[in-house]
């Protein structure tokens, strides 16, 4: 299949898995629920769609036919990927810590995200949501804003690669910080998004961004899930893209 389908087609599968729930909720079944078996129900909608989306993403990328020139061109070999992948999650979360203390020193004590908020309130409720934060998320958002829109710019820019790459790094990174939708956590979530390019470029290897992207996210779930307040302030940093229709 060629690229641009792939492309559209990766796209549109993520934005319905994002929002499919919401047609879910206009279902009899959906309406005889109340309170906690509603929430149950809409979570489990969303990990069985966000699992399926990353299945048929992954899918679709495999079978590109016209792949761009940096996924023709040489490749770490696969016995470095998580070299690669332990090295970038040590500078993801150093980044994450300086950038933080910038953050906290420019703009005061930061407030809990009310979207993270409910994300550690329903993963200590529904476990099984540890799935979408930890491993299903950054599989699906690492093929959407690094793979496509990354790729397809920097693919697109000829000419010096330096250039190409901070075109493409800023613009990707700029949407996904947007799409997290916490502008006091931009400029954290937009560095993140820059290391996740840089790690794609230097490997060529979608793999090794996704790897640190599910360390960063399922380290800091993990520590929130078990010694909770305090450290509290790390929760900020889960990087996990959802919105929540339920």
């Avoid at 079944?29 to 078996?37: A, C, P, T, Y």
């Avoid at 910080?177 to 954290?188: L, W």
Wanted: no cysteine; net charge positive; hydrophobic share 55%.
């Amino acid at each position: 299949m060629k690229r641009i389908w792939v492309a559209f087609l990766t796209i549109v599968i993520y934005a319905l898995a994002q929002f499919l729930p919401l047609l879910a909720q206009q279902l009899p079944f959906f309406k005889d629920l109340k309170g906690m078996e509603l929430a149950k129900a809409g979570v489990y909608t969303q990990v069985i769609l966000f699992v399926i989306a990353a299945l048929l993403i992954i899918w679709l990328n495999s079978i590109i036919k016209n792949p761009t020139a940096l996924e023709r061109g040489y490749k770490e070999p696969k016995r470095y990927i998580l070299p690669w992948a332990l090295l970038g999650f040590v500078v993801v979360m150093i980044y994450q810590m300086v950038a933080s203390l910038i953050t906290m020193w420019l703009v005061g004590q930061p407030q809990q995200s009310p979207n993270t908020e409910r994300i550690m309130a329903i993963a200590k409720q529904l476990p099984v949501f540890i799935l979408l934060i930890s491993i299903v998320g950054p599989i699906l958002e690492e093929y959407i804003f690094r793979k496509v829109i990354f790729g397809e710019i920097y693919n697109k820019i000829k000419g010096n690669r330096i250039v190409a790459f901070l075109i493409a790094s800023i613009v990707s990174s700029i949407l996904f910080a947007i799409a997290h939708n916490d502008i006091k956590f931009f400029f954290i979530y937009f560095g993140m998004g820059m290391l996740f390019s840089l790690a794609y470029v230097l490997t060529r290897r979608i793999a090794v961004p996704i790897i640190i992207h599910m360390l960063q996210n399922g380290f800091v779930v993990t520590v929130q899930f078990f010694f909770g307040d305090t450290v509290k302030h790390l929760q900020e940093q889960s990087n996990f893209i959802i919105h929540f229709l339920f």
